[in-house]
């Protein structure tokens, strides 16, 4: 076999692993957008921008005080995200008129729209862009192994905010902590001129309205990397009045949406006094106890769930103190890593999703780290492992009741009404469940791409093969296959037409870093 064919052959094998990972629950099922709650709150940021072009919510929606800002009706969670995902949002809804979408855009129901396409195609986009950041500076390490090594960063809970649950913030996050790690060492030795400090400044200002608190920890890299500023007295002044610029900005916008000076906490109303009432002592005691269960546990644990984090600290404490770098910096970076703990500490497991979606914002820095060090064999061993099991996990989520968030005790020891206790012992058992298996492989887009093909109420409900499957399985089953079956061919098109084009360009990124 050529060399070429046999690229060729794997470069079609890794787009199909790519494209197993999406799941069309939130595109095509989601009727609601889990009213009240965060989805609703990120796609109303975009759709304010996209449709309105203004920043005025109170003819969006009318909503629950408890969760949405009581005094503006504007939605608690920051709204970066939903930003940046707007010119999507206004592109793609403008396919509603041209195909003439059976379903009406709407601000409390848009699936299935394509302007909810939109904000689907954004995650994708500022996912892949990313990725080509942190690619451009790990190719300096000549790694044979960090493609595997970039796989592995989308497999660390990220994975479940690009290709499903994509109305979450997690993609812009890493888009944008991306971006940070990629201007900080763009040019290693040399420090950051005009340009790099206004696009440093831009960066920081987006990740401070899309998610506070890895803004706050993010502020530390300009410590870890102070030796690329360099400051002459017209250099400060510029400086100094792009900072004032974009701080104004800022206190601006705060102002307008949420009627103070900040936003660096959520801006629940009466709700988040749930959360802040019980912030003590005893409760971050408790939680640095319970630190191996984050790293360890089959709840969710670091190890399974968010595995490149599990490598960056595990380089950090071994290659590269070892390397003697200068302990100034490692103090930062230990520092850096410690601070990102600090959500987690604070939420405790009542931040429902999967994986360990607070860890997002050191991706990026995790990934630079093991592309720098990596080269022991057992550590290669341990990655390849890692990034397999957490592929296998993350294909088995939602394929069972017992594979899906329920309520039950999380790592933390905490009693939460969603979670996925002894998670990763359940996938182990999956292994030898066939019902789970098919439940998992029903699941995907080319299933989906099947069931709008062939309407398969009939021949399903008289199948034989399916007799000794559970018949609750099977009803929930059928109901998915008429949703598919009724979906709008162009609407699905185009979704199959996304899915492609990241699993190529991305399957393109990676075979780049192996060559």
């Known amino acids: 076999m050529s060399s070429t064919l046999k690229k060729n052959r794997n470069l079609v094998f890794c787009i199909f692993i790519l494209s197993l990972l999406f799941k069309p629950l939130w595109l095509f099922n989601n ?15 975009s759709a304010t921008i996209a449709f309105d072009y ?110 499903t649950r994509f109305l979450m913030a997690h993609a812009a996050e890493f888009f944008l902590c991306s971006t940070l790690i990629y201007i900080f060492e763009k040019n290693k030795d040399k ?6 400090i206004l696009l440093l400044l831009t960066t920081y200002f987006f990740l401070a309205i899309t998610r506070p608190s890895t803004f706050l920890y993010s502020l530390i890299l300009i410590f870890v990397y102070r030796d690329k500023f360099k400051f002459n007295s017209k250099s400060i002044v510029i400086s100094f009045g792009e900072f004032s610029l974009f701080s104004a900005i800022y206190v601006l916008l705060s102002r307008k949406l949420y009627k103070r000076n ?45 595995p490149i984090v599990f490598l960056g600290v595990i380089i950090l404490f071994t290659k590269q103190f070892r390397n003697n770098e200068n302990k100034l910096r490692m103090f930062y970076l230990f520092l850096y890593f410690g601070a990102s703990s600090l959500p987690l500490l604070i939420w405790q497991g009542r931040e429902v999703a999967y994986g360990q979606r607070l860890l997002v914002g050191i991706i990026p820095l995790s990934t630079l780290l093991v592309c720098k060090y990596l080269s022991d064999h057992r550590q290669i061993i341990i990655t390849k492992f890692l990034t397999f099991f957490s592929y296998i996990g993350y294909l088995l989520f939602y394929s069972s009741e017992k594979l899906t968030l329920k309520s039950g005790v999380t790592l933390w020891g905490t009693q939460v009404g969603f979670t996925a206790e002894n998670y990763y012992i359940e996938v182990i058992k999956a292994f030898t469940n066939y019902e789970t298996i098919l439940s998992a492989i029903l699941r995907n887009i080319y299933v989906v791409d099947f069931l709008k093909l062939f309407n398969l109420r009939n021949f399903l409900n008289d199948s034989s093969f399916l007799v000794s499957i559970n018949t609750e399985q099977v009803s929930s089953f059928l109901t998915y296959a008429d949703v598919y079956y ?17 699993s190529y360009a991305y399957a393109k990124l990676i075979f780049s870093l192996n060559n």
């Open 191 to 196: 420090p950051l001129n005009k340009i790099e």
């Open 31 to 45: 009727q609601n957008l889990g009213i009240p709650g965060d989805d609703m709150s990120y796609w109303l940021h």
């Open 54 to 163: 203004d920043l005025d919510y109170k003819n969006d929606y009318k909503f629950d005080s408890n969760i949405f800002n009581s005094e503006t009706n504007v939605p608690s969670h920051p709204p970066g995200a939903g930003y940046l995902a707007s010119p999507f949002v206004l592109l793609f809804s403008q396919l509603e008129k041209v195909i003439h979408n059976s379903v009406e855009t709407t601000r409390s129901n848009p699936v299935k729209s394509f302007a909810y396409l939109g904000f689907f195609a954004s995650g994708l986009f500022y996912t892949y862009l990313g990725t080509f950041f942190l690619s451009k500076i790990v190719k300096r390490f000549n790694n044979k192994y960090s493609g595997l090594v970039i796989f592995c960063g989308l497999l660390s809970s990220l994975v479940h905010f690009v290709s």
């Open 486 to 502: 009724n979906l709008n061919i162009y609407y699905l098109a185009i979704v199959n037409v996304l899915i492609f084009l990241f």
């Open 262 to 306: 900040f936003m660096l906490l959520n801006t629940y109303g009466e709700n988040m006094n749930e959360y802040t009432s019980t912030i003590n002592i005893e409760q971050f005691l408790n939680g640095f106890l319970k630190l191996p269960n984050l790293f360890f546990s089959t709840n969710m644990g670091v190890i399974f769930s968010t």
